[in-house]
């Protein structure tokens, strides 16, 4: 399969570069946290994406999307990672419309995907229960009969949880805490009795929540993929949420690298421009080379996951492993390079360093795909 874009990907992409750069930048970003805001991201520029097709970009027409697929969003995202720009992509177009349109019922596409499309609805997954990224170690509780549940337990890391018209949680309906199997994915609404969300405030200043649920009811409509079978739904929505990160981490990565290497041409010392030393160019194209690296991997993925390709998941693990290492190294770089003001906040090249330190620990990081790369290799 070739490594490169068509004319319509290419058109997409330069669509998306304009309008994160335009709307969207990291000066929005660090507006919105030093304003504190309640929401974390602009609804009305949410809204200009969804015109877009960024918020249904993985939604078929027939329910109002676009239907680009995985290659599409993974440009958005590389827009997206280059300008830091504060949106619920993430958690409500890719990983909440994956749950619906690969475990949902035709009643709850028709209800849900529309109002996602048109940037009116926001979903958000609750999955972790953990400090570091475990999905099928569940101890929260779907207990009842009859089709009737009630939800039980408590969730982390939930992105853009406090802003979502609908939850998606997972439970157990069976089995251990640590088993793969017995675990039922619900929609749940966040308003319902029973659910209690905060607000937690990241490093990277994007959007998360803790979801405590008590006896929360749902019933069998509620249910996502069929009762004890969603693990293999779950590993569906996780790996398009983990390929899309990767595509971010190369964008946050892309765009620190250019930053460093406008820095070096611009920086004087001894007289002569630090882009000349020999040492900061070796590292300037040792770096080059691992984002390609890291750009390649990611294509791929996407690829892989739009052709529905039975290693699709072992190429979501290297290409999440390796745009996680490369966008922390691209990240140090850069502050290193760019010396004493590279520490300061007022210098935007730390709001990278942030991000991709939460997007690498997000749905795992390169140790973690480099241990489930090798068991679905058969180690």
């Not at 660090?30 to 249904?56: I, N, P």
């Amino acid at each position: 399969m070739s490594l490169v874009l068509n004319e319509d990907q290419l058109m997409f992409r330069d669509s998306a570069k304009r309008f994160a750069a335009e709307r969207a930048p990291v000066a929005e970003l660090r507006r919105l946290r030093d304003s504190r805001d309640a929401t974390g991201f602009d609804r009305a520029v949410w809204k200009e994406m969804a015109e877009m097709g960024w918020a249904g970009v993985l939604i078929p027409e027939e329910y109002g999307g676009v239907g680009f697929g995985h290659v599409g969003a993974g440009l958005i995202a590389q827009e997206i990672g280059r300008n830091l720009s504060a949106t619920p992509m993430l958690s409500t177009a890719i990983l909440g419309v994956t749950a619906l349109l690969k475990g949902g019922t035709e009643a709850q596409k028709q209800s849900v995907l529309g109002s996602v499309a048109s940037g009116d609805s926001l979903l958000a997954l609750a999955v972790d229960e953990r400090s570091r990224h475990a999905p099928f170690n569940v101890a929260t509780r779907a207990t009842g009969s009859g089709g009737k549940y009630k939800l039980s337990g408590r969730k982390v890391l939930v992105l853009d949880g406090h802003v979502a018209d609908r939850l998606i949680v997972s439970a157990r309906t069976s089995g251990d805490v640590e088993s793969r199997d017995g675990i039922t994915l619900f929609l749940v609404d966040p308003k319902a009795a029973g659910v209690t969300i905060t607000r937690t405030n990241l490093v990277d200043s994007h959007n998360a929540a803790v979801v405590e649920l008590r006896d929360v009811a749902v019933s069998a409509e509620d249910v996502l993929g069929g009762v004890d079978k969603g693990a293999a739904l779950l590993d569906a929505v996780l790996d398009a949420g983990r390929a899309v990160l990767a595509a971010e981490l190369l964008g946050v990565a892309d765009e620190s690298f250019e930053r460093t290497l406008g820095y070096l041409r611009e920086r004087d010392q001894f007289g002569v421009k630090i882009g000349t030393f020999q040492g900061l160019q070796h590292r300037a194209a040792h770096l080059f080379c691992e984002i390609e690296l890291v750009r390649s991997a990611v294509l791929r993925a996407l690829q892989a996951l739009d052709a529905q390709e039975p290693a699709a998941a072992g190429l979501i693990c290297l290409a999440k492993a390796k745009a996680s290492d490369i966008g922390r190294i691209a990240t140090n770089e850069a502050v290193q390079m760019h010396g004493g003001i590279g520490m300061t906040d007022e210098f935007d090249i730390g709001f990278f360093m942030k991000r991709a330190r939460v997007a690498a620990e997000t749905f795992g990081d390169a140790y973690y795909h480099t241990d489930r790369y090798a068991q679905l290799a058969g180690y």
